[in-house]
C-alpha cells in the first residue's frame, strides 16, 4: 500500500471516531439537560418557599401553545414561610431552562 493509501485510511478512522464520540457526547449534553433545566427550576420556585419533591419528566416535548422548539415538564411541593404547602406543575423551555408556565395542581 501507498503512503497516501496510508493516510486516508487514518484520516478516515480518525474521522469516523470523532462522528461517534461527538454523537455520545451530544446524547449525554441531552440527557443531562433535564436535570440542569430541573435545578434551575427550583431556583427560580424557591422564591415562593422552600421547594421539595421536584421532578421532571425528562422526555423533550415539541410544544405548539408556546413558541419554542422544545419543552420539559414536572412538578414540585413548596411549602412557604406559613407553612402551607402547595403542589405545582410546570413546564419549562427545554433550551433555557425559562418557566413557561406554572400551575396550582390543587385548583
Excluded at 14 to 20: D, E, K, Q, V, Y
Excluded at 47 to 60: D, F, P
Excluded at 68 to 81: E, F, L, N, Q, R
Aim: with cysteine.
Amino acid at each position: 500500500m501507498s503512503k497516501n493509501h496510508n493516510n486516508l485510511i487514518a484520516a478516515g478512522i480518525g474521522f469516523a471516531l470523532a462522528c461517534g464520540l461527538s454523537w455520545l457526547l451530544a446524547k449525554k449534553i441531552k440527557n443531562n439537560n433535564a436535570d440542569q433545566v430541573l435545578d434551575q427550576v427550583k431556583q427560580s420556585l424557591s422564591a415562593q418557599g422552600t421547594v421539595s419533591h421536584a421532578w421532571i419528566n425528562g422526555q423533550r416535548t415539541g410544544s405548539d401553545d408556546y413558541d419554542v422548539k422544545a419543552v420539559y415538564m414536572g412538578g414540585a411541593w413548596i411549602t412557604s414561610d406559613a407553612g402551607e404547602t402547595k403542589k405545582i406543575d410546570f413546564i419549562a423551555n427545554a433550551d433555557t431552562s425559562e418557566i413557561l408556565y406554572v400551575k396550582n395542581a390543587n385548583d
